[in-house]
């Protein structure tokens, strides 16, 4: 059974920092997805990265997918508030090409 | 707002029930796909449908059974309940039948909580 463990599961700072989320397996994805879920909503897609060593980025928001293809990151500049929420990232295995979630990190960016 | 609409927002039943939930896709997208969030197990899929057809599952229990129907909304069914069925259950939708890799749209949810 592929696995995506993110971590941490739980990040509290202050406006204006940087942060990292990581996302890893043990096993090779063929892409991966990161999405943002803010409470009573459902998740909403960020990216999609599907090279091995690709870099995406989104304003404030660096997506780095392995160069094997196993791990990805989630880099925050200069946090605000409007970034709390669950960050949640999902990759297409081998598993009939279901998507797979991993269990989300809930970000809280204090002012 | 995502253009896909879920009913009920929120439901409580007893263990043993059954129940529905119902899910309208966006505009113009043919495929819905059902998942189970739960604070132990996060989002799990469940169960796609393309244009009518089931085109993939997932870790759906026997208890549950889903379809679409030629307008294309779907309806999820959730048959003699247990406490662990309580969950947030979120339906998603697409233009492809892919299963993957695909811009997912998802809806609000519906809370359902066993007693």
């Known amino acids: 059974t592929q696995l995506l463990e993110q971590s941490p599961q739980f990040l509290s700072i202050q406006e204006g920092e940087n942060l990292t989320v990581y996302c890893n397996s043990s096993s090779v994805f063929s892409s991966l997805q990161w999405y943002r879920q803010e409470p009573g909503e459902g998740p909403v897609l960020l990216v999609t990265v599907v090279t091995g060593g690709e870099v995406k980025k989104l304003k404030r928001l660096t997506f780095q997918f392995g160069d094997a293809r196993k791990d990805s990151s989630l880099h925050i500049t200069a946090a605000q508030t409007g970034d709390t929420g669950l960050y949640l990232c999902a990759g297409v295995g081998n598993q009939g090409g279901k998507l797979i979630f991993g269990q989300g990190t809930e970000l809280s960016v204090k002012p | 707002d995502s253009g896909v609409t879920q009913t009920p927002k929120h439901l409580i039943t007893a263990t043993g029930q059954r129940v529905t939930l119902r899910c309208s896709p966006r505009?113009?997208?043919?495929?819905v796909y059902w998942y189970q969030q739960s604070l132990d197990q996060g989002l799990q899929f469940l169960i796609q449908y393309y244009n009518g057809e089931e085109r993939a599952k997932g870790n759906i229990l026997e208890r549950f059974s889903a379809q679409q129907f030629p307008d294309l909304h779907s309806e999820l069914n959730l048959s003699s309940l247990e406490l662990g069925d309580s969950a947030l259950y979120f339906c998603a939708s697409s233009v492809s039948g892919r299963t993957e890799a695909v811009e997912q749209f998802f809806g609000p949810g519906t809370r359902l909580t066993v007693l």
């Open positions: 505009s113009g997208d043919l495929s």
